[in-house]
């Protein structure tokens, strides 16, 4: 970590040097061809600025409020799952840094770190992300320890009926923990740092499952007994009985049309969150900025329209808000900070975009993130 570090585009880097390839790929791979991941970025850039001057910007308000609360940018960390593969401090990492930066956090069901132990390390404004699964008492039960430990919202993902295809993690023999094979040894040997880290720490886990159907902490049994549990059959109904069983925000993730932002907001939801997963679901998924404004449309201030997958600037983030998202969510470039230099990396990853963020915001003359217009950018 030092002053090079200009952008994330540099932590990516960073993180690429800094963990063996097996795991980079598993953080910045998608599915298949990979198009819809390269879409997500490249979709941003067509965009352009229609700057205002003169408008005194000395001072910029990057705050705003999401679902009631205040905020201190239109920003949240998306829910990522084994974070503690990266940097064994994973998620506590990302909260501690998401906290002192005055954002939430969502918490992944599949977290390396159970969410009580989250909440401890860092207590604040953390959300909860579900996967539903098979087993319904075991789904109420962490509904129920989410609601328990002080989680404020819960985020229901709804684009993962399959796993995508991640080709990268196939050549790269890539498991759970990595395993040495001769294919993977001179891997995980050249990565001196991530090795020295990690080792203390292989017995990894999944945190919020450890007990689940008479498992142990073990997480190739715990990740192989989940995988059959997430449920295929998710449909309309499960997001009402989620909502009758959940008092506080429920957010649906995964939402790339204005049909079913509106029945997610008829099925009681409180937003959606404009998401394909990162690239990492459906290859040829549309980029979530392509869809952004038709589903704000469609929700039609019903509900928070929350854009995730691509942002990489903060130029996006107000690109994104110009075209009606309250907030966005960042997933992979919190994880590239994380590996660069743990918390301290994240930290710097949420620096950068707020300080791009508040350019953008000036060289516009946009002066609160609460308020802006759509004429911010060109039609
Ligand atoms: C390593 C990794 C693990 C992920 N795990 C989850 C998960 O457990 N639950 C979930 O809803 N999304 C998961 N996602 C998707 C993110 O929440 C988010 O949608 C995506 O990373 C956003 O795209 P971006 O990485 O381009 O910012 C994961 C993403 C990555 C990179």
């Known amino acids: 970590m030092n002053a090079v570090h200009a952008s994330v585009d540099d932590l990516r880097q960073a993180a690429r040097d800094y963990l063996p390839r097996l795991v980079f790929d598993f953080v910045d791979g998608g599915a298949e061809r990979e198009i819809t991941l390269r879409a997500n970025t490249a979709d941003f850039e067509p965009l352009r600025f229609a700057p205002r001057v003169l408008t005194d910007a000395s001072q910029i308000d990057t705050g705003t409020t999401l679902l009631g609360e205040q905020i201190a940018l239109p920003l949240l960390i998306a829910p990522m799952g084994l974070c503690g593969l990266v940097r064994p401090q994973g998620e506590l990492a990302l909260a501690r840094a998401a906290q002192a930066a005055g954002i939430p956090l969502v918490l992944s069901t599949t977290a390396s770190h159970a969410l009580e132990t989250v909440m401890e390390a860092a207590p604040g404004n953390l959300w909860f992300q579900l996967y539903l699964f098979r087993d319904r008492e075991f789904t109420r039960s962490l509904l129920q320890r989410a609601r328990g430990a002080g989680y404020r919202a819960l985020v229901v993902t709804v684009d993962l009926a399959r796993g995508g295809k991640r080709e990268k993690d196939i050549h790269n023999g890539f498991t759970v923990p990595p395993r040495f094979s001769r294919r993977t040894a001179a891997d995980l040997l050249r990565h001196p740092g991530w090795l020295w880290r990690m080792l203390p720490h292989r017995?990894?886990?999944?945190?919020?499952?450890?007990?689940?159907?008479?498992?142990?902490?073990?997480?190739?049994?715990?990740?192989?007994?989940?995988?059959?549990?997430?449920?295929?059959?998710?449909?309309?109904?499960?997001?009402?009985?989620?909502?009758?069983?959940?008092d506080l925000p429920l957010l649906v993730k995964g939402i790339l049309r204005p049909d079913d932002a509106r029945q997610a907001v008829a099925a009681g939801a409180d937003g959606v969150i404009v998401s394909n997963h990162g690239g990492r679901q459906l290859d040829g998924a549309p980029s979530t900025i392509s869809v952004l404004g038709s589903v704000v449309d469609a929700v039609g201030g019903a509900g928070e329209v929350i854009l995730d997958s691509g942002v990489r600037r903060g130029a996006d983030i107000l690109k994104a808000l110009a075209l009606g998202a309250r907030a966005c969510m960042?997933?992979?470039?919190?994880?590239?900070?994380?590996?660069?230099?743990?918390?301290?990396?994240?930290?710097?990853?949420?620096?950068?975009?707020?300080?791009?963020?508040?350019?953008?915001?000036?060289?516009?003359?946009?002066?609160?993130?609460?308020?802006?217009?759509?004429?911010?950018?060109?039609d």
């Open 203 to 246: 017995h990894q886990t999944l945190g919020n499952l450890v007990g689940w159907g008479g498992q142990d902490s073990n997480v190739v049994a715990l990740s192989t007994f989940m995988n059959t549990q997430i449920d295929p059959s998710i449909s309309w109904a499960d997001i009402e009985w989620l909502r009758s069983e959940w």
């Open 330 to 378: 960042i997933g992979k470039a919190a994880l590239y900070g994380l590996a660069a230099g743990g918390e301290a990396g994240v930290a710097r990853v949420l620096a950068i975009l707020r300080q791009e963020l508040d350019v953008a915001m000036a060289l516009t003359g946009t002066h609160r993130a609460d308020a802006v217009q759509r004429d911010t950018l060109q």
